[in-house]
């Protein structure tokens, strides 16, 4: 069997509902997501920051989840990084609502396809993640999570096909994304507090 992993990039986040300090809002997305990740059915699970934010994948990462700090936030760098793993997706850190099966459907292409990429949902700029078999194909350019698309992960494969696109989901990056949360849903209790304390619905 592929040993494989799901890393959550703890990258910038830009935006936090009015009333919910920034920080704090970032951290409880990442802490959702962190959460998720470990409920995964054979795979690993890691965690990728830059130095700076160190500290903050210490605070929220589960004994034993490894930390891997790379020079910058792109799945690129993390797929550099890691050693002893055949497949790998690196995913993004402010979808605390992600459903599991989406990150199996992101990983699922890798038995016939180099590439993988999920899409944000509703054609919204940026993508949700990205899976290689590694070491990732040289081809693969730097992808940025918050502005990438299929078409750029594509631009320099060999076969289009080469990069499969499979389910989205949409990112928490403004107030109309917000408003999506399903409170029925379960999981991202540490939002779900933090928007609670704000006095929003949950």
Sequence with gaps: ????????LLGPVHWSPPGVDLAQWRAALAEDVIDLFA?????????????ADRALA?????????VYEVAEPTPNAVF??????????VLVSDVPDLPALTVGKLLRPLTSRPVAVAPVEGGGLGLLGVAVRLPAPDWLPTLELDTATPAEARANAPRPGDVAVTTGWR???????LATLDPAFEGWEATRALLSGSGRPT
């Design 1 to 8: 069997m592929a040993r494989r992993v799901v890393v959550a």
């Design 39 to 51: 409920t995964l059915n054979e795979v690993e699970v890691a965690v990728a920051v830059t130095p």
């Design 58 to 66: 210490d605070a929220l990462v589960w004994p034993g989840t490894a």
């Design 80 to 89: 550099a990084a890691l050693e002893g793993y055949d497949q790998a997706a």
């Design 171 to 177: 990112r928490l990056r403004g107030p109309a994304d």
